[in-house]
Structure formats: structure tokens, C-alpha cells
């Protein structure tokens, strides 16, 4: 025999099995690092960048990609035209503006700096600002040590993970005017969404399933 209370289970049941199979945001995502790199990010020069000169940097047709080109953050680079980036400011205090744009929301854990290897040329300051939409959540200044040699690898440098950066403002200067550098990456996870709608579907259909049981 169908009680109206059976077909009221089954409906809830059927509709809560409906809701838990839609897609969760919620279920996999800030879980693992990600490596924020040209497979997933992009790199353009901001307007901030001041009066200067690129030097052999865009020669050939290269790109500013070569900023987030490498391949993870510890994969090793080797110093040449097809490598690096090299801006020489006009002035002391000019320096070179990069703007990232993450596309989704990451909480950002570690940032990773390829630098120059000799102090000549190195940069010696960056200021991260870190962006929501066009809120700042967070800055960061380091001073970074010179690169290795002669394979650079990259510095990493932990924050206190800015939450929810969708993009990233990077000013490099030099002392001596010079900006000459590798790669930068940051290792992130995709920042927590709220609460689905089909995980409070879940929920509204058990406490539906509550109510019932009551009658
Ligand atoms: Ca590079
Ligand atoms: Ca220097």
C-alpha cells in the first residue's frame, strides 16, 4: 500500500539523490595546490610600468608570457633572450609594472621568483599588490636574493595567503635602474565558494523528509 507519506519520501529521496549527482564546487575545490602559470593565468604590462626601455626583451616576436612560461615551480631556467625579461627604467625609482590576471578566485600560498644571477642587472625590490575585483586584500614588498647559477631556480616566499586574489599587481624595480628576471608563479588553491545550491537543496529535503516523518 502507497501512504501518501511513502510517496512523499520517495519524491524527497529522488529529488535529494538529483541535487547530491549536480556538480559541487564546494566538495573539491581549496583541497590541492595549484601552479598558477600560462596554462591557467595570463601576464600583461601594466599601465603603472614607468618611462624606460625593453631592451632585446620583445625581440623576435617574444611575448611577455616568458614571465609565466616555466613549466612548475621548480623547474630550472637558464638565462638567455628567449628566457628572460629585461626593462631598464629611466630613472632610479622607475620600475616595471606586471598585472595578473587569475580568472578565478585563489587563495594564494607561495609566491616564486626566477631572479637574475649577478647584481648588475638583478631585481632588488617588488611590491605585490593582490587584488579582489578592484578591492586590495593584501601587499607584500620583498627584497629577493640574486638567482642561482648557473641554472636559476626559484625563491619561494610564503605569505600569509591573501584569500580570494583574482588578480595580482607586481611593481619590480632595480637600484641601479635594471629589471632583469626569469619567471614569476604563485602556488594557490581555488578559493572556497559558498555553500551550493544543491547541497542546501540536500538539506531542505531532509528536513522536508523530518517534517513528514512528524505527521
Ligand atoms: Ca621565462
Ligand atoms: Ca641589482
Known amino acids: 500500500?502507497?501512504?501518501q507519506f511513502g510517496k512523499t519520501f520517495k519524491a524527497l529521496l529522488l529529488l535529494s539523490l538529483m541535487a547530491l549527482s549536480l556538480p559541487s564546487q564546494a566538495s573539491s575545490a581549496g583541497i590541492s595546490d595549484?601552479?598558477?602559470?600560462i596554462d591557467n593565468i595570463s601576464v600583461s604590462v601594466g599601465?603603472?610600468?614607468?618611462?624606460?626601455?625593453?631592451?632585446?626583451t620583445f625581440?623576435?616576436?617574444?611575448t611577455i608570457d616568458k614571465v609565466i612560461d616555466a613549466p612548475s615551480a621548480d623547474a630550472e631556467e637558464f638565462h638567455n633572450q628567449t628566457t628572460h625579461i629585461w626593462f631598464t627604467a629611466s630613472e632610479i625609482g622607475g620600475g616595471l609594472e606586471l598585472v595578473f590576471d587569475l580568472g578565478i578566485a585563489y587563495d594564494i600560498t607561495t609566491l616564486h621568483f626566477w631572479n637574475y644571477t649577478g647584481e648588475g642587472y638583478d631585481v632588488d625590490n617588488i611590491v605585490f599588490d593582490f587584488f579582489n575585483g578592484t578591492t586590495n586584500?593584501?601587499?607584500v614588498e620583498i627584497e629577493p636574493d640574486l638567482g642561482t647559477s648557473p641554472g636559476i631556480t626559484a625563491q619561494d616566499i610564503l605569505l600569509a595567503a591573501p584569500l580570494n586574489v583574482t588578480s595580482v599587481v607586481a611593481f619590480l624595480t632595480g637600484s641601479n635602474r635594471e629589471v632583469d628576471f626569469?619567471?614569476?608563479?604563485?602556488?594557490?588553491t581555488v578559493s572556497q565558494v559558498p555553500v551550493p545550491a544543491a547541497v542546501w537543496f540536500f538539506i531542505s529535503a531532509l528536513a522536508g523528509l523530518r517534517?513528514?516523518?512528524?505527521?
Not at 625581440?59 to 617574444?62: E, F, K, M, R, V
Open 1 to 3: 500500500m502507497t501512504t
Open 34 to 37: 595549484v601552479y598558477l602559470n
Open 47 to 56: 599601465a603603472g610600468t614607468s618611462p624606460g626601455t625593453f631592451n632585446n
Open 59 to 62: 625581440n623576435g616576436g617574444q
Open 137 to 139: 586584500v593584501g601587499t
Open 182 to 188: 626569469q619567471n614569476i608563479g604563485f602556488t594557490a
Open 211 to 215: 517534517f513528514c516523518r512528524r505527521r
